[in-house]
């Protein structure tokens, strides 16, 4: 067994967080699909946070606005001025229209507000994956609302990772894989994560059992059937990510 993680292990993830919010509920990585996914029982919710053309951090996972706004320009070239003008709530029903894409710091109001507990996934645009940890990082560490935890850092990004060890090594980090790769706990370690998060598919129980072995907390998404989500469950996984926290609220507790 090699090392545990040498960064505070005092944060536990919670048996559920909901993705994006509740992105089968509401429109992801919104203000309202927040509030939703609260009203459907998380208690924790992840977002992406992407870097406008002037360097502003706000919630958003695609490098594109084609899909979630019906504006096919990509995110790297629009000022935050231009964001704040998106619609970021009709493609997922009238009823969501008008709501925006939001600021990270406006959601972290909302945070304190909701006393959620929160895991950022770091998607940068290429070639801006260090600015996009240093201008996360720095927010956070300036104004993350002393009511709540400190939230968790996560990027599929292995420099996004590197730049928030060195940036702010006292906030907790979790690296992301679609599949377990051989070198993984040698990467873990160097990067100092709390938690690895595992895409659902082609998960083995040894995988988990591996990872946790060394220490970490193992998340799985987008976990989203009950079939599944029992059978991870089953397998002793530390945290089910989900677009359908109500659905599985009952799973885990």
Partial sequence: MSDAPSQPAALRLPALIGHRGAALRAPENTLGGIRRAVELGATWVEVDVMLTRDGVPILHHDYNFARTCAHPVNVAE???????????????????????????????????????????????????????????????????????????????????????????????????????????????????????????????????????????????FTVNAAEEARRFVEWGVDCLITDVPDELLALVN
């Fill in 78 to 220: 629009l000022s935050s001025v231009a964001v704040a003008q998106l619609d970021a709530g009709a493609w997922f029903g009238w009823a969501w229209e008008g709501e925006p894409v939001p600021l990270l710091e406006e959601a972290m109001e909302l945070f304190a507000e909701l006393g959620l507990g929160v895991n950022l996934e770091l998607k940068p645009t290429p070639g801006r994956a260090a600015e996009t940890a240093e201008a996360t990082l720095d927010l956070v560490t300036r104004g993350w609302p002393d009511t709540l935890p400190a939230p968790l850092i996560s990027s599929f990004a292995r420099e996004c990772l590197e730049v928030a060890r060195d940036y702010a090594p006292e906030v907790p980090r979790g690296r992301l894989w679609e599949a377990l790769p051989d070198d993984w706990a040698a990467e873990a370690a160097q990067l100092e994560v709390l938690s690895v998060h595992l895409w659902r598919q082609g998960l083995t129980r040894a995988q988990v059992h591996a990872v946790q072995a060394e220490g970490y907390q193992l998340a799985v």
